[in-house]
């Protein structure tokens, strides 16, 4: 069985919209715009994911005592008209339903994106990187980026990005540390300094 998991940040009207899963079907046959004729009908609608919205990214990895888990970053909450507050929805595939079913929820402001990754002899991590709690109105396009609106705009990345790490006894993510204490980021003319790490839009271990 395959599956394909899609972020629904906005269906054109609102933000307020389910991210789905996708089920491949292996029956039947589809014909390509090339003539050839390829085995499997392709992907079909599975089932949308509760409580999420606004979704950001998505990703799966196989933790340990799991039948691997599904995550999704959702930069808003259901609370939320702009900006802010959000979640890290945690799921499971239930072998008996074949249904992807929520397991934890994780806290969250503005998460713009999602990495799971592994460490030999730490443990298992995902790295949440948050973005911004609030929004801001664009300046006028004539505005240059180096006029001081630009700077003033910085203020908006206000959110420090966590790492979770992976209990497989109890089948739950902790936190376990919070980025950006010691380290300082630039803004893009480099005319000012925020403090901590700060407007992280993502993250890739390697």
């Given amino acids: 069985i395959s599956y394909l998991a899609v972020a629904h940040l906005w269906d054109g009207v609102t933000t307020r919209t389910p991210s789905s899963v996708y089920r491949w079907n292996p029956e039947g046959s589809r014909l390509l715009e090339n003539g050839k004729r390829l085995v499997g009908t392709g992907f079909e ?5 509760v409580d999420t919205m606004a979704a950001s990214d998505v990703n799966f990895y196989s933790f340990i005592n799991t039948s691997g888990l599904l995550v999704v970053a959702n930069s808003q909450s259901t609370a939320d008209i702009g900006n802010g507050g959000g ?3 945690i799921f499971e595939l ?5 249904r992807f079913e929520k397991i934890q929820s994780l806290e969250s402001v503005g998460a713009a994106d999602v990495e799971p990754f592994s460490i030999s002899g730490e443990g298992e991590f995902l790295a949440i990187a948050h973005r911004q709690s609030g929004s801001f109105v664009l300046p006028p396009a004539e505005k240059h980026r180096d006029d001081p609106i630009w700077e003033a705009e910085t203020s908006i990345y206000d959110q420090d990005s966590v790492i979770w790490k992976w209990d497989a006894s109890e ?4 936190i376990y540390q919070r980025l950006g204490a010691n380290i300082s980021t630039v803004s893009e003319t480099g005319g000012s300094i925020i403090d901590r790490l ?3 839009t993502g993250f890739k271990a390697f």
């Fill in 94 to 98: 239930n072998a008996t339903s074949n």
């Fill in 45 to 49: 609608w599975h089932q949308d994911l």
């Fill in 171 to 174: 089948r739950q993510f902790s």
């Fill in 198 to 200: 700060r407007g992280v």
């Fill in 87 to 89: 979640s890290v929805g």
